[in-house]
Nanobody, 127 residues
């Protein structure tokens, strides 16, 4: 059973940085993608970024391009989201998600491709 555990959330001042981590376990296939989503109170879950396991291609939501960077370790089972120049509108619960097998070279923000989800980590940005 796939399990995803996020860490690294916290309170930061506007303009500051945080680095989120996602550790994936419980699977043996090698062609997948890991993504980050966020959800603020009263708002829908929003895709932030994703990275593929086989070629580490990445994609970002326009709202975070140039400020956030997604990466993964060599084994591909740990993904990171480096968040710089944080803004109050970035405050949300951040979720890590993973696709099933078959997404080693492609990922997107389409909710339908994401099968497994972590519990989320809170990011608070003070102005």
């Amino acid at each position: 059973e796939v399990q995803l555990v996020e860490s690294g959330g916290g309170l930061v001042q506007a303009g500051g940085s945080l680095r989120l981590s996602c550790t994936a376990s419980g699977f043996t296939f090698t062609d997948y993608a890991i993504g980050w989503f966020r959800q603020a109170p009263g708002k829908e879950r929003e895709w932030v970024s994703c990275i593929t396991s086989l070629d580490r291609s990445t994609d970002y939501a326009n709202s975070v391009k140039g400020r956030f960077t997604i990466s993964s370790d060599n084994a591909g089972k740990k993904a990171y989201l480096q968040m710089n120049d944080l803004k109050p509108e970035d405050a949300a619960v951040y979720f890590c998600a993973m696709t099933p097998s078959g997404y080693g070279y492609f990922c997107s923000g389409h909710l339908g491709i994401w099968r497994n989800w972590g519990q989320g980590t809170q990011v608070t940005v003070s102005s």
